[in-house]
Each structure stands twice: as structure tokens, then as C-alpha cells.
């Protein structure tokens, strides 16, 4: 595709179209090539934008990355934050997408599910042997799924869901479509057969997912706004017996946070005096602000000058 993407950006850059190209960190010795293309254009449309999607890698050229405004998107901190980001992009239609009265808890089972894996990539080892980019996509398309099923044993007149068909295109197909190592795919599959069964729908037991530090409960509303009142009362915190794992496993997860604070704040420290001639960070960001400042127009006086202009109420 390397011919293809380079005639793509020439072109854009000509026609002023926007060019995305997905999956960059797939073929870092080609970006070499991409910063020569782009650094090659001359007069480019005021229209065209070039948008690059990209894991972290060591390997993306320094040149093109001071060049781009960067956006960098990565999950919530905390199981309750998680569920509330799947909820924030639902609608209320989404959630009557089936006519099944269960449906709406298993989307909640869904989102459960997808934050518990989430957050255990924060425990490292102890959480997933590799680390593995699960992201909206993968809950979107298990919620059509799941949507799709529920229609199809309405339709049927089946008073049984398919549960083992979803574990399976869920656990197998979609999730673990990413899932490489056998040990991490077993305790994905682990998860969906505690959380997925009739029993969750069980009226003279109720289904917890777990009761370490909190009632986490299977949510059954009728409104979005009703989950996420519910979705408020998760805790901030959450205990590791939430996720499986022995309460001493959020020591490995607090010290890298330590370290990784440390170490942004040793980076942003400033020098004490800088080279014969020049001047240290500090002199060099306040004079930078500085300038910025004084091409700042005027403020206005919006308070006098509206009492300037107030007409008198008629009496």
C-alpha cells in the first residue's frame, strides 16, 4: 500500500481533499518515505489535511510528529469512569434497539465486561500477559450483536437466549480477535461465562458480579438517564478482588503511577542556569508568554460599555 498511500497524499494535497491513513506503527520504515512526500509538497490546497492514526512507537519520525497537531485518546482511569464513557455514547434509541425486556441489562453486562478488561491492563503482567488495544469498536460491534440475537429470538418466539452463541462470537470473534496468548483468552472467556447466563436474570438469587467493597449488581432501568444515575454510584476506587486478582496487586500498579509521576516531573524541572549566552527554560517559556501577551488586543470593558448603551425602561 505504499504506492497507493503516496499517491493519495500527492493528490490530496492537490485537490485539497483529507487523506487518512489508518495503522501507521504497521509500517514505520516506510514513514521515513511519508515525511520526504510530505516534506516535497509545494503550494498544497488550503483544503487538504492529512490525518495519521498510530500506536505509540519510537519509530515515527520526530519531523512529522513537531509538524502535527497531536491527539492522543486512551480509556478512563477507574471501572465506574470506563462504564460512564460507553454510556455517554449511547442513546436512548440505542437502548430500545431490541424489544426483549433483558436486553438493556445485558448491555450493561456488555459494558461491564468491556471496562473489567480495560482496566486490567493497568496491573500489567498480573492483568494481561500482552497488552492489548480493546477499544469502543470492539463494544460496538458486540452490541449489535447482541441486539441482533435478541430480534431473532423474538422473532423465533425462543423464550432461551442464545448464550452460548454470544459467549463465543463475543469471547472468540470479537474481543478476542485481539486476544494472541491462550492464557489471556481463557480468563477472557472466564469472565463472559460468570457474567453471561440466565442466572443473572434469577429472581430468587440475586447476580452480583462481585461484592468486593461494593454491591456491583446487573442495572435493569428503562431510561439512559436512570443508568447513569446508577453508573454514579460505582466507586472511585476499585478493589482488585473486582477483577479476580489478590488485593496486593494494585501494589505493582501504584508504584509504576509513582514512578511514571516522578519521572514527568524530573523532565519538566527546570534548570538552574543555562549556556554562556542563552537563557534556561524558564527565561525562555516567560519570554515566549510574554510575547504572546502583548499582541493580545485590548479587553474590552464590557460592563461600561454596556451602561453606555442601556436604554431606560419605560415606566
Not at 510530505?38 to 512529522?64: A, C, Y
Not at 462470537?169 to 481463557?186: Q, S
Not at 510574554?290 to 425602561?313: A, R
Request: net charge negative; with cysteine.
Amino acid at each position: 500500500m505504499e504506492g497507493r498511500a503516496k499517491e493519495m497524499i500527492e493528490g490530496g494535497s492537490i485537490r485539497g481533499h483529507w487523506i487518512m491513513l489508518n495503522n501507521c506503527h504497521l509500517l514505520v520504515n516506510w514513514l521515513k518515505q511519508m515525511e520526504i512526500i510530505i516534506e516535497n509538497i509545494q503550494k498544497p490546497d488550503k483544503n487538504f489535511r492529512l490525518w495519521l492514526t498510530t500506536e505509540p512507537t519510537d519509530g515515527f519520525p520526530l519531523g512529522v510528529l513537531q509538524k502535527s497537531l497531536k491527539v492522543v485518546t486512551e480509556p478512563p482511569d477507574g471501572l465506574g469512569a470506563n462504564i460512564r464513557q460507553i454510556y455517554s455514547g449511547l442513546t436512548q434509541e440505542m437502548l430500545e434497539s431490541s424489544e426483549r425486556p433483558e436486553f438493556r441489562s445485558l448491555v450493561y453486562v456488555l459494558s461491564f465486561f468491556h471496562a473489567t478488561i480495560q482496566e486490567r491492563k493497568k496491573f500489567g503482567k498480573i492483568g494481561w500477559n500482552i497488552k492489548y488495544d480493546f477499544n469502543k469498536s470492539d463494544f460496538t460491534i458486540s452490541f449489535e450483536l447482541i441486539a441482533l440475537y435478541m430480534n431473532k429470538a423474538l422473532a423465533d418466539g425462543d423464550d432461551e437466549l442464545p448464550w452460548e452463541t454470544l459467549r463465543y462470537l463475543i469471547g472468540e470473534a470479537m474481543y478476542g480477535g485481539r486476544v494472541t496468548n491462550d492464557f489471556d483468552r481463557r480468563v477472557m472467556m472466564c469472565y463472559l461465562e460468570e457474567f453471561c447466563g440466565d442466572f443473572i436474570f434469577d429472581t430468587n438469587q440475586q447476580f452480583y458480579f462481585s461484592q468486593a467493597g461494593h454491591d456491583y449488581k446487573v442495572q435493569a432501568h428503562d431510561t439512559l438517564e436512570q443508568y447513569m444515575d446508577a453508573i454514579e454510584e460505582i466507586p472511585l476506587f476499585t478493589n482488585p478482588g473486582v477483577f479476580g486478582l489478590h488485593a496486593n496487586a494494585e501494589i505493582i500498579y501504584f508504584t509504576n503511577y509513582a514512578k511514571e509521576l516522578w519521572r514527568n516531573t524530573l523532565e519538566m524541572q527546570t534548570s538552574d542556569g543555562g549556556e554562556a549566552g542563552g537563557m534556561n527554560k524558564e527565561e525562555y517559556i516567560t519570554s515566549v508568554a510574554t510575547d504572546i501577551q502583548s499582541k493580545l488586543p485590548e479587553l474590552f470593558d464590557t460592563y461600561n460599555i454596556k451602561k453606555k448603551f442601556e436604554v431606560p425602561t419605560p415606566t
